[in-house]
Antibody, heavy 120, light 109 residues
């Protein structure tokens, strides 16, 4: 069965960096686009970034543009999110999700999330 | 920032029918917004239910259906079960960029 397992979250000071990982199993990883979606405590879901199956294209939400970088290693079935210059408003649960195709459409399967807390 | 609006909360009796809606701040929702619906229970990750207006995932119970209704995307639950109590999020696409709605907290009472 499809499994997505995120890691790398933690408590970090404003302005610092963090790298999240998402290990995928149960499907052919290099056939699907992958997303990061976050959810601040008690708030709505917010799409953060997507990367196509071959890594050729990446797209970001405005809140992530210039600070976050999505990448993937298809040989390791792993998705990454490098987050720099973190702010308090970046606090939340970060989910990875598999797209429905090789590009960016849809959010078919979700991991359980990894918690990022940005606090002085 | 494009706004996608849902009812904050709805209450339905077990066995009843309820329709949740999803409105676009830019006008009528169309097939070009590729509406998606997700269910999220407390402490759990979201789960996909419906994509491209009305297509169901293999795990989506038959009592869930999606449609376009009055310029909005709609999710209808017919024969509601207690386990359907959850937060429901819609998602619309704007020129390829996905935007989630604020969520509807559905109470089964």
């Amino acid at each position: 069965q499809v499994q997505l397992v995120e890691s790398g979250g933690g408590v970090v000071q404003p302005g610092r960096s963090l790298r999240l990982s998402c290990v995928a199993s149960g499907f052919t990883f290099n056939n699907y686009g992958m997303h990061w979606v976050r959810q601040a405590p008690g708030k709505r879901l917010e799409w953060v970034a997507v990367i196509w199956s071959d890594g050729s294209n990446r797209y970001y939400a405005g809140s992530a543009q210039g600070r976050f970088s999505i990448s993937r290693d298809n040989s390791k079935n792993t998705l990454y999110m490098q987050m720099n210059s973190l702010r308090g408003e970046d606090t939340g649960l970060y989910y990875c999700a598999r797209a429905r195709n090789a590009y960016s459409y849809g959010f078919e399967y979700w991991g359980q999330g990894t918690l990022v807390t940005v606090s002085p | 920032q494009t706004v996608v609006t849902q009812e904050p909360s709805l209450t339905v009796s077990p066995g009843g029918t309820v329709t949740l809606t999803c409105a676009s701040g830019t006008g009528a929702v169309t097939s070009g917004h590729y509406p998606n619906w997700f269910q999220q229970k407390p402490g759990q990750a979201p789960r996909a239910l419906i994509y491209s207006i009305s297509n169901k995932d293999s795990w989506t119970p038959g009592r869930f259906s999606g449609s376009l209704l009055g310029g909005k995307a709609a999710l209808t639950l017919s024969g509601v079960q207690p386990e359907d109590e959850a937060e429901y999020y819609c998602l619309l696409y704007y020129n390829g960029a996905p935007v989630f709605g604020g969520g509807t907290k559905l109470t089964v009472l």
